[in-house]
């Protein structure tokens, strides 16, 4: 069983548009990221959401934003979409009593932003 | 100064080398001190963690962590061409949450 899924795995769009990457996991995890690793592997931060809270907001163009409908899932959505949103994007969650730092990854999503 | 420094590399070692990998950082407020492996089109998974200074052993890897020196590592012995993969070394001050890696050393183990 997956433990923690994306969709889609490949994401390839036009400048402007408007998109959405959905995340789920199994684990029974109370806190969920959304990653974004550039084209050089650096892996960043963008958001996290603790029992359907926020409680990292880095600093993130306004056009990114999370929503977590429940523990389970946490979503992106992406407005107005640059050239320099193409990367992959990874969804993890970590387990409660660890602040973070045993971090489960999705296997990401790529988008191609032409 | 970034707050983690990671050799990129790439680095290529033969079957049954003894792999050094390192990472130093600039933030003192650093407790919590992680490896992850991370293999081509797939997410990171954690390798190993430690608490502030000291060496960690599981199976073949070795993590150290240099609190005064500000410098932690992670040692692969009898490196395996299935350790090839990108390492990423992360650490966070505990409370928050909040990870911060480095940008990971390609590692490639020939057979």
């Known amino acids: 069983d997956t433990a923690v899924s994306q969709t889609p795995k490949y994401l390839v769009t036009q400048m402007g548009n408007d998109k959405s990457i959905k995340c789920e996991q199994n684990?029974?995890?109370?806190?969920m990221y959304w990653y974004k690793q550039d084209s050089k592997k650096f892996l960043k931060i963008m958001f996290s959401y603790n029992n359907k809270e926020l409680i990292i907001n880095e600093t993130v163009p306004n056009r990114f934003s999370p929503k977590s409908p429940d523990k389970a899932h946490l979503n992106l959505h992406i407005n107005s979409l640059e050239l320099g949103d193409s990367a992959v994007y990874f969804c993890?969650?970590?387990?409660?009593?660890?602040?973070?730092?045993?971090?489960?990854f999705g296997n990401g999503t790529r988008l191609t932003v032409t | 100064q970034k707050e983690v420094e990671q050799d990129p590399g790439p680095l290529s070692v033969p079957e049954g080398a003894i792999v050094s990998l390192n990472c130093t950082y600039s933030n003192s407020a650093f407790q919590y001190f992680m490896w992850y492996r991370q293999y081509s089109r797939k997410g990171p998974e954690l390798l190993m963690y430690?608490?502030?200074?000291g060496n960690k052993e599981d199976g073949r890897f070795t993590a150290q962590v240099d609190k005064s020196s500000k410098y932690i590592s992670l040692f692969i012995r009898d490196s395996q061409p299935s350790d090839s993969a990108t390492y990423l070394c992360?650490?966070?001050?505990?409370?928050?949450?909040?990870?911060?890696f480095g940008k990971g050393t390609l590692l490639t183990v020939n057979p």
């Open positions: 430690t608490y502030s200074s």
């Open positions: 993890a969650s970590s387990p409660p009593g660890t602040s973070g730092f045993t971090l489960h």
């Open positions: 684990l029974g995890h109370d806190t």
């Open positions: 992360a650490m966070s001050g505990g409370s928050n949450y909040k990870l911060t």
